[in-house]
Every structure is written in structure tokens, then in C-alpha cells.
């Protein structure tokens, strides 16, 4: 089993940045596929980045390409999503997931609000 905890959320103003952080326990997390997610109000969940640290190969939607960065630390066990430039439109809540080809676990979501 793996337990995710995201954390990093809040409130920031157009423009700003927020790095967020998804903190593995249970496992490594060397060899498993990671991602994060967003689902804003009204709207289905949605893909934001993904890294398959086997291989070094990063992913992510078109809306954020340039903008947000999906990182980690083994060290920490940790996996992270520097947000630049942000914008209303990313308000949403986030979720990291994680899974060795499917995402099967799912942290609880963090809120990320960007007013204009």
C-alpha cells in the first residue's frame, strides 16, 4: 500500500506561484508512475503533469506546458508541482496520484485558488 498526502495549497493572486507537495509513505516511489490531477468545480477531473522516473520522461497537459514543473526528491520520498505564472483558470482542487502502470492511489487533494 501507499499513502499520498499532498500539501503546498492556497490562495494566490494571478500571476503567482505555489509548489506543491505529495509526500509517498508505504513505498518507494522510484519505481512507479506519478502524476498530478486537478478537478475544478462543475468539471471532470483532469490530467496536469505525470513523470515516469525510470525512464527520466515528464508529461503535461498543453494548459500548463512552460508553467508548472513536476519534480522529486527520493530522498524524501516526495514529488512535487512548481505552479508559475498561475491563473484563474488552474483554480481547482489537486490531487497527486501514483501506481506502477495504473494510477491506484490517490492522495485526498489540495485546494489551489488564483484570483484575478
Known amino acids: 500500500q501507499v499513502q499520498l498526502v499532498e500539501s503546498g495549497g492556497g490562495s494566490v493572486q494571478a500571476g503567482g506561484s505555489l509548489r506543491l507537495s505529495c509526500a509517498a509513505s508505504g513505498r518507494t516511489l522510484s519505481n512507479y508512475v506519478m502524476g498530478w490531477f486537478r478537478q475544478a468545480p462543475g468539471k471532470e477531473r483532469e490530467f496536469v503533469a505525470a513523470?515516469?522516473?525510470?525512464?527520466?520522461?515528464?508529461y503535461y497537459a498543453d494548459s500548463v506546458k512552460g508553467r508548472f514543473t513536476i519534480s522529486r526528491d527520493n530522498a524524501k520520498n516526495t514529488v512535487y508541482l512548481q505552479m508559475n505564472s498561475l491563473k484563474p483558470e488552474d483554480t481547482a482542487v489537486y490531487y497527486c496520484a501514483a501506481g506502477e502502470s495504473e494510477y491506484d492511489y490517490w492522495g485526498q487533494g489540495t485546494q489551489v485558488t488564483v484570483s484575478s
Open positions: 513523470a515516469l522516473w525510470r525512464r527520466g520522461n515528464t
